[in-house]
T-cell receptor, first 115, second 116 residues
Framework: AQSVSQHNHHVILSEAASLELGCNYS??????LFWYVQYPGQHLQLLLKYFSGDPLVKGIKGFEAEFIKSKFSFNLRKPSVQWSDTAEYFC?????????????FGKGTKLSVIP | AAGVIQSPRHLIKEKRETATLKCYPI?????VYWYQQGPGQDPQFLISFYEKMQSDKGSIPDRFSAQQFSDYHSELNMSSLELGDSALYFC???????????????FGPGTRLLVL
């Protein structure tokens, strides 16, 4: 079965520090890749997505991610985090062979930003 | 812009009762998905519908059923509720055209179900 792994369970950073959250997936075929953010008690909000084209994608709130096909990776980055970025971040993959493109999520990375 | 609407937002039930969750997708989206997120867990795919037909099935218990209606809204019916069904239930919608994903999944605010 296809799977998504996120390298870090919990990341603690000070404000203005740079962020990189790792994400790897197992499927070798065509994929659509996503990062979602979930603030405490809130629903999932789309940060960014990759369908095709430029492997470096920019999202909302200053986040970006790079798709490296050879490494099956889609890492999330932000050059300078803010306290308001404290949330849980989920990497997700939709496989082209999965009929309706349902998402398979990683276990999530909890980000805590210290003021 | 219109978003995915879910109702109710909160629901408290007792064991062995039934519950019905509703989802109204973004207008013109043709695909609806249901996910279950347990406490501290990642969302798990339950079931999806494309153009009112069941499209894919994930880890949905036999006690649960779902359907999509002519106006594209969907309902998740849960019977014989168990304590372990307590979770956040998300609905999402997307646009799939000719078998290709045209728009990503946007999630609703979720229904928080507590089974006592």
């Amino acid at each position: 079965a296809q799977s998504v792994s996120q390298h870090n369970h919990h990341v603690i950073l000070s404000e203005a520090a740079s962020l990189e959250l790792g994400c790897n997936y197992s499927y070798g075929g065509t994929v659509n890749l996503f990062w979602y953010v979930q603030y405490p008690g809130q629903h999932l909000q789309l940060l960014l997505k990759y369908f095709s084209g430029d492997p470096l994608v920019k999202g909302i709130k200053g986040f970006e991610a790079e798709f490296i096909k050879s490494k099956f990776s889609f890492n999330l980055r932000k050059p300078s985090v803010q306290w308001s970025d404290t949330a849980e971040y989920f990497c997700a993959v939709a496989y082209s062979g999965a009929g309706s493109y349902q998402l398979t999520f990683g276990k999530g990375t909890k980000l805590s930003v210290i003021p | 812009a219109a978003g995915v609407i879910q109702s109710p937002r909160h629901l408290i039930k007792e064991k062995r009762e039934t519950a019905t969750l509703k989802c109204y997708p973004i207008p013109r989206h043709d695909t609806v998905y249901w996910y279950q997120q347990g406490p501290g867990q990642d969302p798990q795919f339950l079931i999806s519908f494309y153009e009112k037909m069941q499209s894919d099935k994930g880890s949905i218990p036999d006690r649960f059923s779902a359907q999509q209606f002519s106006d594209y809204h969907s309902e998740l019916n849960m019977s014989s509720l168990e304590l372990g069904d307590s979770a956040l239930y998300f609905c999402a919608s997307s646009l799939v055209v000719s078998g290709r994903l045209q728009e990503t999944q946007y999630f609703g605010p979720g229904t928080r179900l507590l089974v006592l």
